[in-house]
């Protein structure tokens, strides 16, 4: 196979991976792969053996750690066009096998014994902060480590606005190497809030109101994630489970704002005092010709 072919195949593409896919992922993927093209099972069918070929082939290289890295970085120089400049452009022809298992470096059998300046690898760090901070950034001090060298620290900002989960990039403070450090990823835990929540730039709260407030309308505090309040007016009428927009009390995000939506959640007291039952039994009484369950009855029909 010329290894120009070679690096021109995404064999992470080739098992359905994504280039950060784990040892044990690659492996439970070629598995399951495999068993479905087996050529015991694909009865001779040209097309599925050329894959399983492929998917084999994929796995030589990836379930190797030595390997994957080489092809990795190979790949990486020949998509820049580093391989072109040496004059790479198709000469070299050769068993694929024999490029991996010649016992030497890749680069020095690619380039004739001049081996490529390689890039210090990624670091990975995780951080778990509060729901509030998420919204509004945090400066966090990290202790890294890598191949056994002595811990560093490093001192960054989350940026306002970041989500659970998020990945932060920090160019050149990963591992060291000859080509210039490689970065550092940042995996960034949000910790749930007790009352606010989040969709998108939106932020999320249940807010209590009586059964009177919700029938008669009244004008309500509302806390807000910047830790003062707004009133927001509940019409007469309102339903359980309507949701209100409160503009700009949001996430915000460079120049975008985001709303807080309210949504009104009817409390019904477990207990009532003697004349508070009265006035409930006389409000019934008024009201007993009105079914909130007409429509809801007609449609059960339909």
């Known amino acids: 196979m010329a290894a120009k072919d070679l690096y021109e195949k995404d064999y992470y593409a080739v098992l359905g991976l994504s280039k950060s896919a784990d040892a044990a992922t690659i492996k439970k993927t070629y598995r399951n792969l495999a068993r479905e093209l087996h050529p015991d099972k694909t009865k001779g069918d040209k097309k599925l053996e050329d894959r399983f070929k492929e998917v084999s082939e994929a796995y030589e290289i990836l379930s190797d750690d030595k390997k994957r ?103 050149g403070r990963g591992a060291p190497g000859e080509a210039g450090p490689g970065d550092l990823y940042i995996i960034v835990h949000v910790t749930p809030h007790p009352v606010f929540g989040r969709k998108g730039e939106n932020l999320t709260i249940t807010l209590p109101v009586t059964f009177t407030e919700a029938a008669l309308g009244a004008d309500v505090p509302v806390p807000t994630i910047d830790g003062d309040e707004v009133t927001l007016r509940i019409t007469p009428g309102s339903q359980n489970g309507k949701t209100l927009r409160v503009k700009g009390r949001g996430v915000k995000k460079g120049v975008n704002v985001g709303d807080l939506l309210v949504t009104l959640e009817v409390q019904v007291p477990q207990r009532l005092e003697a004349s508070a039952q009265n006035a409930l039994e006389k409000f019934a009484e008024v009201t007993k010709d009105y079914d909130p369950r007409a429509e809801w009855k007609s449609q059960a029909k339909s």
Do not use: H, M
């Not at 680069?107 to 001049?114: A, L, M, V």
């Not at 760090?125 to 509060?130: C, F, L, R």
């Not at 960054?156 to 989960?165: L, S």
């Open 69 to 171: 890295a080489e092809y990795d970085e190979a790949r990486s120089l020949y998509e820049s066009g580093a391989f072109r400049q040496q004059g790479f452009g198709g000469g070299f022809t050769g068993d694929f096998n024999d490029l991996f298992s010649s016992g030497g470096d890749i680069f020095s059998t690619i380039f004739g014994g001049r081996r490529a300046p390689r890039r210090g690898s990624d670091l990975q760090a995780e951080v778990t902060i509060s729901f509030r901070e998420s919204i509004f950034g945090k400066e966090v001090s990290l202790k890294l480590s890598s191949q056994g060298n002595a811990p560093s620290s490093i001192t960054t900002r989350i940026p306002a606005g970041v989500n659970d989960r998020a990945k932060i990039r920090i160019k």
